[in-house]
């Protein structure tokens, strides 16, 4: 069927539209198509040869169509594009096509054409989407981070509070550095317990997939993943728990000889003998640069009397958000929450303190707390007690993953509506879980061995902390997390932490609320 626009370009004498062919065309459309040269014809070409989008933006085939409208249809016309219409011919000659995209889209509505998008005129300039962003203190800790690790034998600092993404930002400059570097060589990020060691493990991957510049090897050494012969692994990333690589010293000989970073990340483990231990064994055959990350508030490090070996490693070289108030900043821009902190006391009925054996609570310590009666009963009566005070969403980590299950049956038998999710299940099934546990509107989340973010359950309000840790990294990434992406400044994220009678996290749990910079 004929189109509007072929039709109305017909009208024009058979001279005019040969005009618009060209010389060349008419002179191969006469030894191919003779019988073609008639206005229907030729208008046809003309339209298949510019496109119905093409001829309307041509001025000549536009001053050819306005000429052959009948007055009535000149009036129409103008009618459409709202300009005056007593006199079509004169008002269609002014009237702007080429820049004024309203005016182009009621002349093509008029002519029946309508518009390829996938044929679009591209713009000369297009933005350029990073997928992996850096907010902008990010931006200028990385490139100061990114200047200092240039030299292999630097070593850095990077302090700041909870919710400044401190993970991205160090993994988005050690991988930038790691893209230039020669086969064989590797990155090391050591953490504490299995949850941190995975969180990073993550993040490294997602971030190499974006920057990386070949394919390389991520080593997971933590939890119940086997160690690899460490002599071997090279050409890598290796994320590890560091006491897993306690007393291995040839192989971290070895290893050392292939690293180009060294992550701590928790910079306060480097005043634990053992883990000083590895980075020197590390050290004696191999240059490279070593990155502490730290989000425990100045009087906290200096409370856990750690301040003096951060000096020692780091001094000169501590990178920070260069604000008066970092934290202040970061809520500022919606990033995190504010928080506020109770600390609530609970009997115990172990006969002996808990004395640490590593570096942070062992499995068997978190075994005899979850098992305590004493502590269980006070604990679920806070729960409660908690769960009547507000309508919104509540978390509880857990000792354990039985602990979890356990509160989970017991506020039910309780009358609360309640679920546990733990890091022994797979993430598909953590994340189906964590869908219908908001889909339900669940009251309580019982929760182990991996974190919460603010983003997937928006509206919690309460977040309390049976889960006791010496790990600075691992209470900062408790609550930050479930802090940041809930959108709700005037609502405060609170904060019940179990005052189990522990020195090291009874500090940590005192400076959550509040955040100063070191000055080394």
């Not at 539209?17 to 003779?34: I, S, W």
């Not at 953490?191 to 510049?213: N, R, T, Y």
């Not at 971290?252 to 690293?259: A, I, K």
């Not at 010496?470 to 005052?499: C, D, F, H, W």
């Amino acid at each position: 069927m004929e189109s509007k626009l072929v039709a109305h370009l017909a009208r024009c004498d058979a001279t005019a539209l040969t005009a618009l062919l060209g010389e060349a065309t008419m002179a191969l459309l006469t030894r191919v198509g003779n019988d073609a040269i008639v206005p229907t014809g030729l208008a046809e070409l003309v339209v298949y040869v510019l496109g119905e989008d093409g001829a309307l933006r041509d001025t000549v085939v536009r001053r050819l169509l306005f000429e052959k409208l009948t007055q009535d249809e000149g009036k129409h016309l103008c009618e459409l594009l709202l300009v005056a219409s007593y006199a079509p011919a004169t008002t269609l000659a002014s009237v702007d096509f080429d820049n004024d995209q309203t005016n182009s889209d009621l002349l093509r509505r008029f002519f029946n054409v309508t518009v390829d998008l996938d044929a679009s005129v591209v713009s000369a300039t297009q933005n350029a989407t990073a997928s992996h962003q850096l907010r902008a203190h990010q931006v200028n800790a990385y490139r100061k981070l990114r200047r200092l690790i240039n030299d292999p034998t630097a070593t850095a600092l990077v302090h700041m509070p909870f919710g400044a993404g401190k993970l991205r930002t160090v993994a988005t400059a050690i991988l930038d550095l790691y893209r230039g570097e020669a086969d064989g060589r590797v990155v090391v990020w050591l953490a504490s317990g299995e949850a941190l060691c995975e969180e990073i493990f993550d993040e490294l991957s997602g971030v190499w997939q974006q920057l990386g510049s070949r394919n390389v090897t991520a080593f997971r050494l933590y939890g119940d993943h086997p160690t690899p012969d460490l002599d071997i692994i090279g050409n890598g990333i290796v994320v590890a728990d560091v006491e897993r690589l306690f007393n291995k010293e040839a192989g971290l000989v070895s290893l050392g000889r292939r690293t180009r970073v060294l992550v701590v990340g928790d910079a306060e483990l480097l005043i634990h003998s053992p883990v000083v231990a590895v980075i020197d064994v590390m050290s004696q055959e191999g240059d490279f640069s070593i990155i502490g990350v730290s989000a425990s508030p100045a009087s906290v490090i200096q409370s856990r009397q750690a301040l003096a070996a951060l000096i020692a490693k780091f001094s000169g070289s501590c990178i920070s958000i260069e604000v008066e108030d970092p934290a202040a900043l970061l809520r500022d821009a919606g990033d995190v929450d504010h928080i506020t902190v109770e600390i609530k006391d609970v009997p115990l009925a172990l006969a002996d303190p808990i004395l640490l054996s590593g570096i942070d609570l062992s499995h068997e310590d978190m075994g005899q707390l979850s098992r305590d009666v004493d502590r269980n009963h006070a604990l679920l009566e806070i729960v409660l007690a908690e769960a009547k005070a507000t309508t919104a969403p509540i978390v509880l980590y857990s000792p354990t993953a039985e602990h979890a299950r356990l509160f989970a049956g017991l506020l039910r038998l309780r009358g609360m509506r309640s679920a546990a999710i733990t890091a022994d299940m797979s993430r598909q099934q953590r994340t189906l879980a964590l869908q219908r546990y908001v889909s339900r509107s669940d009251k309580i989340l019982c929760v182990h061995g991996f974190f919460l973010s603010g983003v997937e359950i928006p509206t919690v309000s309460t977040a309390i902390l049976a889960c006791p840790t010496t790990s600075g990294a691992l209470i900062y990434e408790m609550v930050g997390r479930l802090a940041s992406g809930r959108g709700q400044p005037k609502n405060p994220l609170r904060v019940v932490v179990v005052g189990d009678p522990i020195p090291d996290y009874l500090v940590l749990a005192r400076g959550l609320e509040n955040w100063d910079a070191l000055n080394i």
